[in-house]
């Protein structure tokens, strides 16, 4: 079978003096194209140790990680970058938005790294934005939208370079209740369109929006299930 993700036996070791501590401990998993899964765990299990290797934001101590059918355990920081770029759209809990920069500008900034020219970088932004809901905020700075809108620009720019993998760290965190169900809707429909979409999150009622639920515990995988019970937005 083609997996989008494949790691296998990923350890992450630190180490503090004589000590090693294991952030991961020889972690399997597989994720399908267009799955929905929820990574859950309390602080301190590995799950942001696993996001950022899944991120191509860190590499593993040992183990090998296939992304789309590419090794990227062994990449240098230049290739892993690449490939961020092209195969990750990635939505944080902070939003991670340039204050100086319009909306369309911000969520433009991928395509910038994939040489994009800029006529057709505004027009692609402009399409992303609108299909977020934000096509009258083009030109609104990240201190003129409400917290829903940042993420939603934030959502926009994951999108605009049709990545392989969305991955959404906690992307509900800053968020009232009434604005995380409706990003969480956003990402929803993300999914439903054909999108694959890690959600990293320590909240059970946000993990519920996923189709597979993986727990970890002390860097190691405690549960990996279908989740019978997916919480539909509408």
């Given at each position: 079978?083609?997996?989008?993700i494949?790691?296998?036996?990923i350890?992450?070791?630190?180490?503090?003096?004589e000590?090693k501590?294991?952030?991961?401990?020889?972690?399997?998993l597989?994720?399908?194209?267009?799955?929905?899964?929820?990574?859950m765990?309390p602080?301190?299990?590995g799950?942001s140790t696993?996001?950022?290797?899944l991120?191509?934001?860190?590499?593993?101590?040992?183990g090998?990680?296939?992304?789309?059918?590419?090794?990227?355990?062994?990449?240098?920081?230049h290739?892993?970058?690449?490939i961020r770029?092209?195969?990750?759209?990635?939505v944080?809990q902070t939003?991670?938005?340039?204050?100086?920069?319009?909306?369309?500008?911000?969520?433009?900034?991928?395509?910038?790294?994939?040489?994009?020219?800029?006529?057709?970088?505004?027009?692609?932004a402009?399409r992303?934005l609108?299909?977020?809901?934000?096509?009258?905020?083009?030109?609104?700075?990240?201190?003129e939208?409400?917290?829903g809108?940042?993420?939603?620009?934030?959502?926009?720019?994951?999108?605009?370079?049709?990545?392989?993998?969305?991955?959404?760290d906690?992307?509900?965190g800053n968020?009232?209740?009434?604005?995380?169900?409706?990003i969480?809707?956003?990402?929803?429909?993300?999914?439903?369109?054909?999108?694959?979409?890690?959600?990293?999150?320590?909240?059970?009622?946000?993990s519920?929006?996923a189709?597979r639920?993986?727990?970890?515990?002390d860097?190691k995988i405690?549960?990996?299930?279908?989740?019978?019970?997916v919480?539909?937005?509408?």
């Amino acid at each position: 079978m083609n997996y989008l993700i494949d790691i296998r036996e990923i350890s992450k070791i630190y180490s503090i003096g004589e000590e090693k501590i294991y952030a991961l401990n020889g972690v399997t998993l597989q994720i399908k194209k267009n799955e929905y899964i929820s990574l859950m765990g309390p602080s301190g299990s590995g799950k942001s140790t696993l996001m950022n290797i899944l991120g191509c934001l860190d590499s593993p101590t040992s183990g090998k990680y296939f992304l789309n059918g590419i090794d990227v355990s062994k990449m240098s920081d230049h290739q892993l970058a690449a490939i961020r770029n092209k195969e990750i759209g990635f939505v944080f809990q902070t939003f991670h938005l340039l204050p100086r920069l319009t909306a369309w500008e911000n969520v433009a900034m991928p395509l910038i790294y994939a040489g994009v020219g800029k006529k057709e970088r505004k027009e692609i932004a402009i399409r992303m934005l609108e299909k977020v809901g934000l096509g009258n905020r083009i030109l609104h700075k990240p201190n003129e939208l409400s917290g829903g809108q940042r993420q939603r620009v934030a959502i926009a720019r994951a999108l605009v370079n049709h990545p392989s993998l969305i991955l959404a760290d906690e992307p509900t965190g800053n968020l009232d209740s009434k604005t995380s169900y409706e990003i969480m809707g956003l990402l929803q429909q993300i999914h439903a369109e054909g999108n694959t979409v890690v959600l990293v999150t320590h909240e059970e009622d946000i993990s519920l929006h996923a189709h597979r639920i993986v727990k970890l515990k002390d860097g190691k995988i405690i549960e990996d299930k279908p989740n019978n019970h997916v919480r539909i937005y509408a």
